[in-house]
């Protein structure tokens, strides 16, 4: 019998055990609760389908259900923009999200002052800045998980590298 690792690399944070304080100031930046946690988990989720990240859609759909969402709002989050099941204040949050990390047609920039504005019609100034650190967090997970590939899993308790 061969034993064969879960990932493509080892865990991280055994490697750079400073990565636990950078994971942990994320996280405690963005649950300050002035976006929900769902919002978050929404956007998050998004992230990983546009980076065809299979570790990070299994993650934030675990987290989602968790949080009691349904499975069609979790279904419809990679067709957001024409599902009637989301709020204007998520589907701003999504358009963010998705302008932030989707190539923009040359010469066109990625965040218009359109949408900007848009988003902070539903967010005030510490709202739209943890929006913000929330789509960067993810940015900064999904270098990991498209060069690590760890193990999808639906708990941060469930082994994922190895």
């Known amino acids: 019998m061969t034993n064969t690792p879960i990932s493509r690399m080892p865990n991280p944070s055994d490697l750079v ?12 930046a963005t649950g300050n609760r002035s976006v929900p946690r769902t919002t978050i988990s929404l956007v998050h989720l998004r ?3 546009i980076a065809g990240n299979t570790y990070l859609t299994v ?4 987290f989602l259900r968790k949080a009691g969402e349904t499975e069609e709002r979790i279904t419809a989050v990679s ?8 709020t204007d204040a998520e589907r701003a949050a999504l358009a963010l999200a998705e ?11 990625r965040v218009t002052d359109a949408l900007y504005a848009e988003v902070a019609e539903h967010y005030d100034e510490k709202a739209l800045a943890t929006l913000t650190i ?6 900064f997970f999904i270098a990991l998980a498209v060069i690590g ?3 999808p899993v639906a ?3 469930d082994e994922q590298w190895g």
Do not use: M
Request: charged letters at 15%; a negative charge.
């Open 79 to 86: 067709s957001w923009q024409d599902a009637h099941c989301f």
């Open 99 to 109: 302008a932030t990390l989707q190539p923009a047609p040359y010469g066109r920039e």
């Open 47 to 49: 992230a990983g389908q």
């Open 17 to 28: 055990p400073e990565l636990n304080d950078v994971s942990a100031a994320l996280f405690r």
């Open 155 to 157: 708990s941060l308790a």
């Open 134 to 139: 929330a789509i960067g967090q993810i940015s």
């Open 149 to 151: 590939k760890p193990q």
């Open 59 to 62: 993650l934030n759909t675990g």
